[in-house]
């Protein structure tokens, strides 16, 4: 018997019964799949919404240098100038 007040452990005398190294791979990568399927379940609506943002925000890109120049006049003449046509 381990002397308890010493400090002294031993291993218990039944140990944990041995996995194989490619079982426990394959149930790590298959936790991990699983784990990233409910993710993208769960943020389905925001991706979807993030991909439409990431369309308009490509198509307005060469409006930005006129808008983020801080000069509206530039703005208004060439917004006047795409839809005076219309």
Request: one cysteine or more.
């Amino acid at each position: 018997m381990p002397d308890h007040e010493r400090g002294e452990f031993w291993p218990p005398e039944k140990s944990a019964p041995s996995i194989d190294l490619r079982a426990r791979a394959a149930n790590q990568a298959t936790i991990a799949v699983a784990i990233m399927l409910l993710a993208v379940w769960v943020a389905r609506d925001f991706l979807v919404a993030l991909t439409w943002a990431a369309v308009i925000a490509i198509t307005c890109w060469p409006d930005l240098p006129c808008a983020s120049s801080g000069s509206l006049a530039i703005v208004r003449d060439r917004w006047r100038r795409c839809y005076s046509r219309l």
